[in-house]
T-cell receptor, first 114, second 112 residues
């Protein structure tokens, strides 16, 4: 199906484990983003990517790693999960650099670190 | 720096009431402004947008006008429905890089 999909939708992991959240979009959009959503903080940008092999830090990048070897995929890895990384993670994509184009969001991944 | 401030929630209204959710921003240059809506268990989806001063975005009975002089983009609806219950996010996309900045969100409850 066309669109932007995240997997898994739900994940429980233990402190210290590595976990990867997947994001795939079928539109060949240039820009992709990872946000985390927490009560009282709204959405905070973790990392973003302007194109394949180009990534940049957002507001809260510590403890996360991203890669973008293909335009359509933008995985987010928690190298050593901590309880403070319990959150809902959203991936988004934007077609062009023009500021009037909107972002399209995935359904989110609810991650619990125990 | 660039930021978006929106009114704290939750906002609780009766069906058919008038809705206003305030949003103000700080930004350099001329950002585009957006309202996104998040229904329970779902991702965000675009509700409306405005790309330059005095533009009015509208969709599903919601409206917001880009006011550069007051740096505001308040969301309004004349008569809300129970199905409008959701979290609403004001956002800007800034011109100098590719980032989107979101407000903290306002939870809206509509009572039948």
């Amino acid at each position: 199906d066309a669109g932007i999909t995240q997997s898994p939708r739900y994940k429980i992991t233990e402190t210290g484990r590595q976990v990867t959240l997947m994001c795939h979009q079928t539109w060949s959009h240039s820009y992709m983003f990872w946000y985390r959503q927490d009560l009282g903080h709204g959405l905070r940008l973790i990392y973003y990517s302007a194109a394949a092999d180009i990534t940049d830090k957002g507001e809260v990048p510590d403890g996360y790693v991203v890669s973008r070897s293909k335009t359509e995929n933008f995985p987010l890895t928690l190298e050593s999960a901590t309880r403070s990384q319990t959150s809902v993670y959203f991936c988004a994509s934007i077609r062009t650099r023009q500021t009037n184009t909107e972002a399209f969001f995935g359904q989110g991944t609810r991650l619990t670190v125990v | 720096g660039n930021s978006v401030t929106q009114m704290e929630g939750p906002v609780t209204l009766s069906e058919e009431a008038f809705l206003t959710i305030n949003c103000t921003y700080t930004a350099t240059g001329y950002p585009s402004l957006f309202w996104y809506v998040q229904y329970p268990g779902e991702g965000l989806q675009l509700l409306l947008k405005a790309t330059k001063a005095d533009d009015k975005g509208s969709n599903k009975g919601f409206e917001a006008t880009y006011r550069k002089e007051t740096t505001s983009f308040h969301l309004e609806k004349g008569s809300v429905q129970v199905s409008d219950s959701a979290v609403y996010f004001c956002a800007l996309r800034r011109a100098q890089d590719d980032k989107i900045i979101f407000g903290k969100g306002t939870r809206l409850h509509i009572l039948p």
